[in-house]
């Protein structure tokens, strides 16, 4: 089924109805046989003639005939046999989004959740993401963005985004291994990764974009055009991806489970391990982070082994 929206759509509908005499219950449908019809007849009128016609007026009697010329080379092209006018538009869905984004229980709410996680792992495919240790990284992500909740105060949203940042911060390593992660911002930013708006595709790029040596800092094109208040929060969604894959550094499941204590200006990541693997690699990658720590979030960071 093909569907098609707004003016000019609704106008060849209208058409399309009086000119095959349908009845007026019946949905209307604009066969690929209809709109050659429609351009043939609207081509032989004046705009006097078409602005009389139902459905068109006076406000699109002149830019009619573009717009059926557009539909015909397209269902023709396409071999489109016929599409169905809908009534519903570009600002239906906004509403949608807006009401799914508030309330993930509603219908529309769940149907965007699960775009986004297909649309995520069709992502991780094509660019040939490692999918368990980017399920590990994205597990430990979000158990530092719960546990942590009271210092970093990042909206609720940001565990969203903090979730796909995780799931997808490996795809630069399919352009090259050199400048990953700026290749990682390039993509995920630039992708039709469906269910998020181009705004929160920026923001999830950006957290996934400081993961190497460079650090956010105010003017970044990353975060460029995004407010003082949106810049910071990528900043500290950021750091708590740069823990998380710390966490998992050496891909062996090493560290087989945290436990996150934060106590007056002391953090503490206590990490359990499996018997014959040890953390060490782990270890050494959380306590390179300590500084830039202390630097966001002005609190002394520490980790040890269970």
């Not at 499996?274 to 980790?303: C, H, N, P, Q």
Request: charged content about 25%.
């Amino acid at each position: 089924m093909v569907l098609a929206t707004s003016g000019t759509a609704a106008a060849l509908a209208v058409v399309a109805k009086k000119l095959s005499k349908e009845p007026a219950k019946k949905p209307p449908i604009v066969t690929q046989r209809s709109m050659k019809r429609i351009v043939k007849l609207l081509c032989g009128l004046p705009v006097e003639g078409r602005a009389k016609l139902q459905g068109i007026g006076p406000r699109r009697a002149e830019i009619i005939i573009a717009g059926a010329m557009v539909y015909a080379e397209l269902m023709e092209r396409c071999h489109v046999q016929s599409f169905r006018y809908s009534p519903l538009g570009l600002r239906d869905g906004l509403l949608a989004q807006m009401a799914a984004e508030y309330d993930r229980s509603t219908r529309s709410g769940r149907q965007i959740e699960s775009e986004r996680w297909e649309s995520i792992q069709r992502a991780m495919k094509h660019y040939g993401v490692d999918v368990n240790h980017a399920k590990d990284v994205r597990t430990s992500a979000l158990q530092l963005f719960d546990s942590l909740r009271t210092l970093h105060r990042l909206p609720a949203e940001y565990r969203e985004w903090l979730s796909a940042a995780a799931m997808l911060y490996e795809v630069g390593g399919y352009v090259n291994r050199s400048g990953r992660h700026r290749h990682a911002h390039y993509i995920i930013a630039n992708s039709e990764i469906l269910g998020y708006t181009s705004q929160q595709r920026r923001i999830i790029a950006a957290i996934a974009r400081y993961l190497g040596k460079s650090r956010p800092t105010p003017g970044d094109a990353p975060t460029q055009g995004l407010s003082p208040v949106e810049q910071e929060n990528i900043r500290k969604a950021s750091l708590l991806l740069r823990l998380a894959r710390a966490i998992n550094l050496g891909r062996s499941g090493a560290v087989e489970k945290i436990r996150i204590q934060s106590r007056g200006g002391n953090v503490t990541l206590k990490l359990a391990t499996g018997r014959r693997i040890g953390a060490e690699l782990e270890m050494w990658a959380i306590e390179k982070d300590r500084t830039y720590f202390r630097e966001v979030f002005g609190r002394e960071l520490s980790v040890a082994a269970l």
